[in-house]
C-alpha cells in the first residue's frame, strides 16, 4: 500500500461530510494509473469485465482467476485509488467457498471484495469481514441476477420491493459491509437507503443523492456500442484526453452535477 492510497476508513468518513466517492471500472495497469492520476478515489475490477472486455452478452461466465489476473494488473498500475474486486458468479455459494475466492483476489491485490444480493449474503458477510476480508455489497440491479430479472432493468419500482431493498440494506450493513452499491434504482429510493444506512452508497444509476458514485470505464469514455442507459455520460465526448474525462467525471460527481435528473430514474 503505497503511503498516500486511499483506504476504506478515510471514504467511510466521507459518509455525510463528502466529498462524494467518484469511483469507475478498470481492467488494466495502464487506465488504472491514468484514473488514479486523474484523481479516482475507487477502482473496481468488476465482473462487467466479461461483457466489455470479453464480449459476452452477461457478466456470468467470468471466474475467479479471470478476475484475480486483472485485479493483479489494476493493482500494479493504481497506487493511491482503493481496488475493490467482484466475487463473480457462483463463487460464493457459502461462507467457506465465498472466503477462498475472497482470499484469492486479496493475494491478487484487492482491498475489498464486491458481492451481490440482500438477505442470503448476509451470513457470507459476516463470515468474510470476521476473517478481515472487507466488504462491499450490491443490492438494486444485481446483474448475476440477469436471468431472474428477464433482463437488465431498473429494480424497486414498486413499495414491496423497495421495502425489501430498504431491509436488505440495513441488514447488510449491520454484517458489517464497509460500503454499498445500488444500481439502477429509483433516486429517492437510494437517497433515502442512503440516509438509513451508516456506510456509504455508491450510485449507478441510483441518483446524485447517493455518497459516491461508479460507472464502467467503457460507459465513462464513450466507447459502448448499442444502445446507453440513461445513467451513462460520454466524458471524453469534447475532451483531449481519457486524463481529462475521468478528471472532468471525478469532478462532476464531487461537484454533484453528475448524474443530473435525466441521467436518473424518477
Ligand atoms: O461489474 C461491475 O462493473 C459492477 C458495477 C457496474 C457496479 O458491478
Given at each position: 500500500?503505497?503511503?498516500?492510497?486511499?483506504?476504506?476508513?478515510?471514504?467511510?468518513?466521507?459518509?455525510?461530510?463528502?466529498?462524494?466517492?467518484?469511483?469507475?471500472?478498470?481492467?488494466?495497469?495502464?487506465?488504472?494509473a491514468v484514473a488514479d492520476s486523474a484523481g479516482i478515489d475507487l477502482l473496481?475490477?468488476?465482473?462487467?469485465?466479461?461483457?466489455?472486455?470479453?464480449?459476452?452478452?452477461?457478466?456470468?461466465?467470468?471466474?475467479?482467476?479471470?478476475?484475480?489476473?486483472?485485479?493483479?494488473?489494476?493493482?500494479?498500475?493504481?497506487?493511491?485509488?482503493?481496488?475493490?474486486?467482484?466475487?463473480?458468479?457462483?463463487?460464493?455459494?457459502?461462507?467457506?467457498?465465498?472466503?477462498?475466492?475472497?482470499?484469492?483476489?486479496?493475494?491478487?491485490?484487492?482491498?475489498?471484495?464486491?458481492?451481490?444480493?440482500?438477505?442470503?449474503?448476509?451470513?457470507?458477510?459476516?463470515?468474510?469481514?470476521?476473517?478481515?476480508?472487507?466488504?462491499?455489497?450490491?443490492?438494486?440491479?444485481?446483474?448475476?441476477?440477469?436471468?431472474?430479472?428477464?433482463?437488465?432493468?431498473?429494480?424497486?419500482?414498486?413499495?414491496?420491493?423497495?421495502?425489501?431493498?430498504?431491509?436488505?440494506?440495513?441488514?447488510?450493513?449491520?454484517?458489517?459491509?464497509?460500503?454499498?452499491?445500488?444500481?439502477?434504482?429509483?433516486?429517492?429510493?437510494?437517497?433515502?437507503?442512503?440516509?438509513?444506512?451508516?456506510?456509504?452508497?455508491?450510485?449507478?444509476?441510483?441518483?446524485?443523492?447517493?455518497?459516491?458514485?461508479?460507472?464502467?470505464?467503457?460507459?465513462?469514455?464513450?466507447?459502448?456500442?448499442?444502445?446507453?442507459?440513461?445513467?451513462?455520460?460520454?466524458?471524453?465526448?469534447?475532451?483531449?484526453?481519457?486524463?481529462?474525462?475521468?478528471?472532468?467525471?471525478?469532478?462532476?460527481?464531487?461537484?454533484?452535477?453528475?448524474?443530473?435528473?435525466?441521467?436518473?430514474?424518477?
Amino acid at each position: 500500500m503505497s503511503e498516500h492510497a486511499i483506504t476504506i476508513g478515510a471514504l467511510r468518513a466521507r459518509k455525510g461530510s463528502g466529498p462524494p466517492i467518484a469511483a469507475m471500472t478498470a481492467y488494466d495497469a495502464s487506465l488504472a494509473a491514468v484514473a488514479d492520476s486523474a484523481g479516482i478515489d475507487l477502482l473496481l475490477v468488476g465482473d462487467s469485465l466479461g461483457m466489455v472486455v470479453h464480449g459476452a452478452p452477461n457478466t456470468l461466465a467470468v471466474t475467479v482467476d479471470e478476475v484475480a489476473y486483472h485485479v493483479r494488473c489494476v493493482a500494479r498500475g493504481a497506487a493511491r485509488p482503493l481496488v475493490v474486486a467482484d466475487l463473480p458468479f457462483a463463487s460464493y455459494p457459502d461462507p467457506v467457498r465465498a472466503f477462498e475466492s475472497a482470499a484469492t483476489l486479496v493475494r491478487a491485490g484487492a482491498a475489498m471484495v464486491k458481492l451481490e444480493g440482500g438477505g442470503h449474503v448476509v451470513p457470507i458477510v459476516e463470515y468474510l469481514v470476521a476473517r478481515e476480508v472487507p466488504v462491499c455489497a450490491h443490492l438494486g440491479l444485481t446483474p448475476q441476477a440477469v436471468h431472474r430479472f428477464g433482463g437488465f432493468r431498473v429494480q424497486a419500482r414498486d413499495e414491496a420491493e423497495a421495502a425489501r431493498l430498504r431491509a436488505d440494506a440495513a441488514a447488510l450493513a449491520a454484517a458489517g459491509a464497509s460500503l454499498l452499491v445500488l444500481e439502477c434504482v429509483p433516486s429517492g429510493l437510494a437517497t433515502e437507503v442512503g440516509r438509513d444506512v451508516p456506510i456509504p452508497t455508491i450510485g449507478i444509476g441510483a441518483g446524485a443523492g447517493c455518497d459516491g458514485q461508479i460507472l464502467v470505464a467503457q460507459d465513462l469514455l464513450g466507447i459502448t456500442r448499442g444502445k446507453r442507459p440513461r445513467f451513462v455520460r460520454d466524458f471524453l465526448a469534447g475532451r483531449g484526453s481519457v486524463e481529462a474525462a475521468i478528471a472532468a467525471y471525478v469532478a462532476a460527481v464531487r461537484d454533484g452535477s453528475f448524474p443530473s435528473a435525466a441521467e436518473s430514474y424518477p
